[in-house]
């Protein structure tokens, strides 16, 4: 098979293997805000490459075979030429494709049942911002909504905590609806669907997403330590929401991170780092690396219709 075609095909398969140390470099040396927009950034396009390529593959290794529902004009001897293919790549690139459109298609389901479930729930209580649930269950999360935003909290849970502490919990879960996290961990999540290598750049943001509303509610009360208590005493109380929520504040993963990062000094707010620190080289490679494979796959793509379309009768 051409170059042009293998090319961006293979930049999203290996370059999603050094997921993991810029993901783990993000975490620890960018501010949260612009670890998540970073690191979101990165795995939606690549996931988008690496889902174009099998398209790619699937549409080339396919044009000669008998019986495809493309134009004659696309098996032609010149195009054979124009367009080197490999019968069993093309063949093994339509169940692939066919196995990330169910299942982000999937995903995309599972996402606005618990929201549609969850405003549900809410249906007959008063339209307000903060809502209280008389429950012995404890936890909160965040439930977007547009102008109908919302933070969904039970008594239990707020009967744990002290004022300042209260404080910081609603100073949390409105920075999640303020950044809008969850359309970056959807982002990501549909990424990991996509390409299975993206995974750790999806557990780095739902990390970074935490430590961004964390730092917002430090900001918002002016006191880390109220929200690192609210963290460890939210987390030991809490055993689980009822549904699957889209922004949880209890999530018992990354407490004790969580919490050691606000006993800490607050991260530096610049927005990129330089290219001389660990950070800044793994920030840069991944722009970078990011960019030459969206430039490859557009490349392929816009090659790829030029060559067909001529081939194609009007």
Known sequence: MGVFVFLPLVLPLVLPLSAWPVARLAELHLHPRTATR????????????ST?????????GTAQLPGNPLPDGWSDPEVRAAVPYDEIAGKAAIPALVLVVASCARTLWRHHRVARRARHA?????????????ETEPYAYALPGGRRDRVVVTAALLDGLTAPERRALFAH??????????????????????????????TA????????????AAKATGSRRAVARAIGKAALMA??????????????????????ALLAPAPAARTWPSVFTAAGLAAWGAAVGTLL?????????????????????L
């Open 52 to 60: 174009l390529c099998l398209a790619l593959l699937m549409v080339v």
């Open 205 to 216: 943001v739902v990390y970074t997403a935490e430590r961004w509303a964390d730092e917002e």
């Open 173 to 202: 879960e409105r920075a999640h609806l303020t950044a809008g996290h969850h359309r970056h961990l959807l982002a990501v999540r549909l990424a990991a669907r996509a390409n299975p290598f993206l995974g750790p750049l999806r």
């Open 122 to 134: 809410l249906s007959g209580l008063p339209v307000r911002s903060v809502v209280v649930l008389p």
């Open 38 to 49: 970073l690191l979101t950034a990165v795995a939606t396009v690549m996931a988008l490459c």
């Open 293 to 313: 494979s969206a430039m490859s796959s557009a490349n392929s793509a816009v090659t790829m219709f030029l060559i067909l379309h001529a081939a194609t009768p």
């Open 239 to 260: 055993h689980g929401t009822p549904v699957p929520t889209l922004a949880g504040f209890a999530s018992a993963g990354p407490v004790p991170r969580r919490v050691a």
